[in-house]
Every structure is written in structure tokens, then in C-alpha cells.
């Protein structure tokens, strides 16, 4: 059965780091493009960043560009979310899932596997 788990998350303070890892198994998605979401309380799951299939194709919304940096080790079927300057409002539950295309993909929709979830709390 195929599976996503995250790991790398915390409490950290305001212009803090952190890297979040999400380790699959059970199935290789290294033909597919991936992608970290996050949801904050109150409010809706949103991308953060996606990643194609071989890592040459990128997007990272708007809020954290230049402080994230998604990328892939496919040998090892794992994805990766650095953050660096982190901020109160980049609190959230963050989310990995694995999408139906090769290309990277910023629709929900399009991601049929997900994890189960890593907090990222950042204390001002």
C-alpha cells in the first residue's frame, strides 16, 4: 500500500529554519510530480510549493518565495521542504502529496496520495 510520511516539523521561532522530508513507500513516485500544502487553522489547504518529476520544474506560491525551496531525491523517493526565515503566519499543518502527472501540478485535484500531516508552529 502506498504511503507518504512527513517528518521535520516543530516549534520554531520567528526567522527560524526548518526542512521537512516526506518519505514514500509502498510504490515509487519518482515519474510523478509532488507537492507540499499546508493548512492553517480556520482556514483552506493551499499549495505551497510543487515540483515535477525530475526536479527541473519548480513553482512556490507567492508568500514563501525566496525563503522555500522544494526539491526531490528520487533514489531515495523522498521530497523535501526547506524553510529558512519563517514566520508566525507560515504556521500550519504541512501536507506532502503525490500528483497524477509527471508535470508539477498546483491543483488539488490532481494529487491522488497525501500524508497525514506535520505541524510547523512559528512563535513571534
Known amino acids: 500500500q502506498a504511503q507518504l510520511v512527513e517528518s521535520g516539523g516543530g516549534l520554531v521561532q520567528h526567522g527560524g529554519s526548518l526542512r521537512l522530508s516526506c518519505e514514500a513507500s509502498?510504490?515509487?513516485?519518482?515519474?510523478?510530480?509532488m507537492g507540499w500544502f499546508r493548512q492553517a487553522p480556520g482556514k483552506e489547504r493551499e499549495i505551497v510549493a510543487a515540483?515535477?518529476?525530475?526536479?527541473?520544474?519548480?513553482y512556490y506560491v507567492d508568500s514563501v518565495k525566496g525563503r522555500f525551496t522544494i526539491s526531490r531525491d528520487n533514489a531515495k523517493n523522498t521530497l523535501y521542504l526547506r524553510m529558512n526565515n519563517l514566520k508566525p503566519e507560515d504556521t500550519a499543518v504541512y501536507y506532502c502529496?503525490?500528483?497524477?502527472?509527471?508535470?508539477?501540478?498546483?491543483?488539488?485535484?490532481?494529487?491522488?496520495?497525501w500524508g497525514q500531516g506535520t505541524q510547523v508552529t512559528v512563535s513571534s
Open positions: 502529496a503525490a500528483s497524477t502527472l509527471a508535470d508539477l501540478s498546483t491543483i488539488q485535484t490532481n494529487y491522488n496520495y
Open positions: 509502498g510504490r515509487t513516485f519518482s515519474r510523478y510530480g
Open positions: 515540483i515535477s518529476w525530475i526536479g527541473f520544474s519548480t
